[in-house]
């Protein structure tokens, strides 16, 4: 009987309406209890001893898990989501333990959070209610959406959902991405740039490419450089494509005017992070871009129904599960 260790906090918090498939199918799922946002490997590394595949969310998996894994009967891991920054796929493929993603199962919601969060920085519209709860009455002179100019990086899934919206609104966009886009509409008009020009002309520099190895801290003190004095930023990719104390400077320095921040290189976000004292010019939510009801029981399908093909016990249909490593 196989058995599917579950780190992922949402499909966990969804099985209870999944637990009769998994049961007609005989596979017994493992609910380790969670308390903070990710698992460490250490205790990974114990959960994943006799367990046929993992399905996990930012759980860290490295190289000790994989190994442990391995040596045991562990078949596939299943990344419930797109970022597979915290899975150590170069030893998976070297093991030959199989990693699979859910690419663009919620593209929209994510581009719908980075959406609110220009929304939110050019109107401050957060911060007019907070006034109004407290008993003032402030006006705030923002400005207007349509005419900015957004310099979005990463044109995958997210990218080009962002893309699609802002130039909705109005707002002339400029994207760079590493490869070429698959000809997704959402680029259409979209004019592609090198990161230079990028950051030159944009008023507002969105994050939504994978973190690799390659660009972590990717924005760094150059970077903010190089961008307009009084750009926005806004993350809702990885934190770490961030170098958080050049944003802090930039912050202090009057460089960059606001922050919208759905992730950071430390979450949750620390009681001292210096960040809170530019709280005022920013929105921080808690990685929560893909927190929809619709998303996560959109997602939580896709995950199972490539756990039970790879498990051999039903193939996904219409689905090609895909394979990241
Ligand atoms: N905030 C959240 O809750 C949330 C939710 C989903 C995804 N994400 C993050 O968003 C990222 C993007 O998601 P997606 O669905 O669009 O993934 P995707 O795989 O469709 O696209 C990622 C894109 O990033 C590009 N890229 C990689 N390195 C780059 C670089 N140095 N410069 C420019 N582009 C680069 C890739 O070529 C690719 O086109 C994910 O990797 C994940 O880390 C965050």
Redesign the pocket.
């Given at each position: 009987m196989p058995t599917a260790l579950i780190t992922c906090r949402q499909l966990q918090g969804g099985f209870e309406r999944l637990r009769p498939e998994y049961e007609a199918l005989g596979v017994t799922p493992i609910l380790p209890a969670l308390d903070g946002q990710r698992l460490d490997s250490v205790a990974m590394a114990s959960l994943v001893d006799g367990v046929d595949a993992v399905i996990a969310g930012d759980d860290e998996i490295d190289s000790s898990v994989l190994r442990a894994g391995a040596a045991s009967r562990l078949r596939a891991v299943i990344k419930w989501?797109?970022?597979?920054?915290a899975i150590d796929t170069a030893t998976a493929a070297e093991l030959g333990v199989p990693v699979f993603n859910t690419?663009?199962a919620?593209?929209d919601?994510?581009a719908d959070?980075a959406l609110s969060h220009l929304l939110l920085l050019v109107r401050r519209t957060h911060r007019l209610h907070a006034a109004v709860v407290d008993g003032e009455w402030p006006v705030a002179e923002g400005r207007s959406l349509a005419g900015l100019v957004a310099g979005v990086?990463?044109?995958?899934?997210?990218?080009?959902?962002i893309a699609k919206r802002a130039r909705a609104c109005g707002v002339e966009v400029l994207g760079?991405?590493?490869?070429q886009?698959a000809g997704d509409d959402g680029l259409a008009g979209v004019r592609r740039v090198d990161?230079a020009d990028l950051y030159a002309a944009s008023d507002v520099v969105i994050l939504?490419?994978?973190?690799?190895a390659?660009?972590r801290h990717?924005v760094s003190r150059a970077a903010f450089a190089a961008m307009r004095d009084g750009v926005l930023v806004i993350n809702?990719?990885?934190g770490a494509l961030i170098e958080e104390a050049a944003l802090v400077e930039a912050l202090a320095a009057g460089k960059v005017a606001g922050a919208g921040l759905?992730?950071f290189e430390h979450e949750p976000l620390p009681a001292a992070d210096p960040l809170r004292a530019f709280a005022d010019r920013c929105v921080f939510t808690t990685?929560?871009?893909?927190?929809t009801a619709e998303a996560i029981e959109r997602t939580n399908r896709i995950a199972t129904e490539i756990l039970f093909d790879v498990l051999g016990l039903r193939a996904a249909g219409p689905l090609v599960p895909n394979r990241v490593a």
């Open positions: 989501g797109v970022g597979t920054d690419p663009g919620f593209a919601e994510v959070l990086i990463g044109l995958g899934s997210v990218g080009s959902a760079h991405d590493i490869r886009p990161l939504a490419c994978a973190l690799t390659d660009n990717l809702v990719a990885r759905d992730v990685h929560s871009g893909s927190s």
